[in-house]
């Protein structure tokens, strides 16, 4: 069956039938601790009874509408997310790029109502924002790009986490109109900036009358111990976007806005056929109402937190690891050499990883795990890595 796919992915030898919490099953009723969650999709593990009551409940009785009438549950949950987020109004649509398509699109529009011709955005070396034409020439991975040249123009990389080059850049060109950065990047490594990055990146924006904005895709929905990164750096973005853990699985996509960013848009300058429809928008309302009821963001701030220490303690001396960092649940052990293979052998043992940036073992557990799995995620990448490295 496999061969009638296109070949643009490269699956591992395994087929999951059901999945429970942070386990999966495959087809020979092998069990699987999944300390990825679809990378960072399933925030609250697989079946939650609430998730699953949430979109039966709404397939059976409406589906989909168009955005051409109202929808309660859109506009229920563009309520909530922007409360949350301190925001003041939402787009959805249905994956992290088409969000990023949204803010790009924003950006643009500011700067034409600046009068500037060529709107540039100020996006970061090392960063993931998709694979649409626009945000894969955001994204700072020329392994991204390669191929799909001619890219889009409008986009200025700079090096993460040193505001100086950009500071450099406002002093050489007038046409930026917006920062694009990720709080803490994903598919680059599970960088963490210093704490005064965001502050500053705000500070630039404020002063040039740039956007800011936020790829919150990875990060939020409570994964790094707050509803979203940007809120540890005391900062408020002028727009957020968001996927992955939103949805749980379903797919949802959301570009938040405020101020001058957030009445950009008129209708009939953007729009998504099947974004923000009553299904997955039941979805995503009880994925946050699940996150506050059982407070999953400051246990996520705290279970990563003892996970990183008993990494520290567990690797720290380990020839050949460069290092342990994360943040909340949003974990990596960064080794001196490519680990790609790693993803097989911890297969083999029965516990889902992934290797970014090359060399790079990334863990993105559930928000829902237990003190116990959390525990047995650690042994096993201990030994994985001691064993891989020796």
Request: hydrophobic share 45%; charged share 20%.
């Given at each position: 069956?496999?061969?009638?796919?296109m070949?643009?992915?490269?699956?591992?030898?395994?087929?999951?039938v059901?999945?429970?919490?942070?386990w999966?099953?495959?087809?020979?009723?092998?069990?699987?601790?999944?300390a990825?969650?679809?990378v960072?999709v399933?925030g609250?593990?697989?079946?939650?009874?609430?998730?699953?009551?949430?979109?039966?409940?709404?397939?059976?009785?409406?589906?989909?509408?168009?955005n051409?009438?109202?929808?309660?549950r859109?506009?229920?949950?563009?309520?909530?997310?922007?409360?949350?987020a301190?925001?003041?109004n939402?787009?959805?649509?249905?994956?992290?790029?088409?969000?990023?398509?949204?803010?790009?699109?924003?950006?643009?529009?500011?700067?034409?109502?600046?009068?500037?011709?060529?709107?540039?955005?100020?996006?970061?070396?090392?960063?993931?924002h998709g694979?649409?034409m626009a945000?894969?020439?955001?994204?700072?991975?020329p392994?991204?790009?390669?191929g799909?040249?001619p890219?889009v123009?409008?986009?200025?990389?700079?090096p993460?986490?040193?505001?100086?080059?950009?500071?450099q850049?406002a002093?050489?060109?007038?046409?930026?109109?917006?920062?694009m950065?990720e709080?803490?990047?994903?598919e680059?490594?599970?960088?963490?900036?210093?704490?005064?990055?965001?502050?500053?990146?705000?500070?630039?924006c404020?002063?040039h009358d740039w956007?800011?904005?936020?790829d919150?895709?990875?990060?939020g929905?409570?994964r790094?111990?707050?509803?979203?990164?940007?809120?540890?750096?005391g900062i408020?973005?002028?727009?957020?976007?968001l996927?992955k853990g939103?949805g749980n699985?379903?797919p949802?996509?959301?570009?938040l806005a405020?101020?001058?960013?957030?009445d950009?848009f008129?209708?009939?300058?953007?729009?998504?056929?099947?974004?923000?429809?009553?299904?997955?928008?039941a979805?995503a309302l009880?994925v946050i109402?699940?996150?506050e009821?059982?407070?999953?963001?400051?246990?996520?701030g705290?279970?990563?937190?003892?996970?990183?220490?008993?990494?520290?303690?567990s690797?720290?001396?380990t020839p050949?690891?460069?290092e342990?960092?994360?943040?909340?649940?949003?974990?990596a052990?960064?080794?001196?050499?490519?680990?790609?293979?790693?993803?097989?052998?911890?297969l083999?043992?029965?516990?889902?990883?992934?290797?970014t940036?090359?060399n790079?073992?990334?863990?993105?557990?559930?928000l829902?795990?237990?003190?116990?799995?959390?525990?047995?995620?650690i042994?096993?990448?201990?030994?994985?890595?001691?064993?891989?490295?020796?």
């Amino acid at each position: 069956m496999a061969d009638h796919l296109m070949h643009n992915y490269a699956p591992l030898p395994v087929t999951f039938v059901r999945g429970e919490g942070a386990w999966l099953w495959d087809t020979e009723e092998r069990a699987y601790l999944d300390a990825l969650s679809g990378v960072a999709v399933c925030g609250l593990g697989h079946a939650h009874p609430a998730i699953a009551d949430a979109i039966a409940e709404q397939a059976r009785t409406l589906v989909h509408t168009s955005n051409w009438y109202h929808i309660a549950r859109q506009e229920a949950l563009a309520a909530k997310l922007t409360a949350i987020a301190g925001m003041d109004n939402a787009f959805f649509c249905n994956s992290g790029a088409e969000a990023n398509e949204a803010a790009i699109k924003l950006a643009r529009l500011h700067g034409r109502q600046k009068q500037i011709e060529t709107p540039t955005i100020v996006v970061m070396d090392g960063s993931f924002h998709g694979r649409t034409m626009a945000t894969l020439t955001a994204t700072g991975n020329p392994k991204v790009q390669a191929g799909f040249e001619p890219l889009v123009p409008g986009f200025v990389h700079v090096p993460y986490n040193d505001v100086s080059a950009i500071e450099q850049l406002a002093a050489q060109r007038d046409d930026i109109v917006a920062i694009m950065v990720e709080p803490i990047t994903g598919e680059g490594g599970i960088r963490i900036p210093t704490d005064d990055y965001l502050p500053q990146l705000r500070g630039l924006c404020d002063a040039h009358d740039w956007l800011l904005i936020a790829d919150e895709i990875q990060t939020g929905m409570g994964r790094t111990g707050q509803w979203f990164a940007f809120q540890h750096s005391g900062i408020q973005p002028d727009i957020i976007t968001l996927a992955k853990g939103l949805g749980n699985g379903v797919p949802i996509g959301a570009c938040l806005a405020r101020g001058r960013a957030a009445d950009l848009f008129q209708p009939g300058q953007h729009g998504s056929t099947y974004g923000g429809n009553p299904l997955v928008c039941a979805a995503a309302l009880a994925v946050i109402e699940t996150i506050e009821r059982e407070h999953l963001a400051a246990r996520a701030g705290w279970l990563g937190q003892h996970m990183l220490n008993r990494l520290y303690e567990s690797l720290a001396k380990t020839p050949g690891v460069v290092e342990c960092r994360g943040k909340g649940l949003m974990l990596a052990v960064e080794l001196d050499r490519p680990c790609g293979e790693l993803m097989q052998q911890a297969l083999d043992k029965g516990l889902l990883i992934n290797v970014t940036a090359g060399n790079v073992l990334r863990l993105l557990p559930p928000l829902i795990l237990s003190d116990e799995e959390a525990e047995q995620i650690i042994n096993g990448v201990s030994e994985l890595i001691q064993g891989f490295l020796a």
